[in-house]
Nanobody, 121 residues
Framework: QVQLVESGGGLVQPGGSLRLSCAAS????????MGWYRQAPGKQREFVAT???????NYADSLKGRFTVSRDNAKNTVYLQMNSLKPEDTAVYYC???????????????WGQGNQVTVAS
């Protein structure tokens, strides 16, 4: 019923920047919160950042100042601007949409397929 399509990942050198995008489509009435998680090889998935429909943001403490989450409510799209990237930022980044209210008034959560970000020289 809802599909999250991510884009923008890839290979970047240490110190570089990348911008991830995630567009939600389907029978959507509203989306309460959108954001990002990541999973590095051999590690559990971890929280990166979220943003509510009202613009309130929340970040993992270790990423504050380098990562910025933003959102276009009209497009049901969330972005993650990543600056000063480090090799330890290498991971699969997953888009998340929570408290999705469908046109049927049902509520669900949804995840993107994941997008590889590799930071290496």
């Amino acid at each position: 019923q809802v599909q999250l399509v991510e884009s923008g990942g890839g290979l970047v050198q240490p110190g570089g920047s990348l911008r991830l995008s995630c567009a939600a489509s389907g029978s959507i009435f509203s989306i309460g919160v959108m954001g990002w998680y990541r999973q590095a090889p051999g590690k559990q998935r971890e929280f990166v950042a979220t943003i509510t429909s009202g613009g309130n943001t929340n970040y993992a403490d270790s990423l504050k100042g380098r990562f910025t989450v933003s959102r276009d409510n009209a497009k049901n799209t969330v972005y993650l601007q990543m600056n000063s990237l480090k090799p330890e930022d290498t991971a699969v980044y997953y888009c998340y949409a929570g408290r999705i209210v469908l046109t049927s008034r049902a509520q669900i959560d949804s995840w993107g397929q994941g997008n590889q970000v590799t930071v290496a020289s």
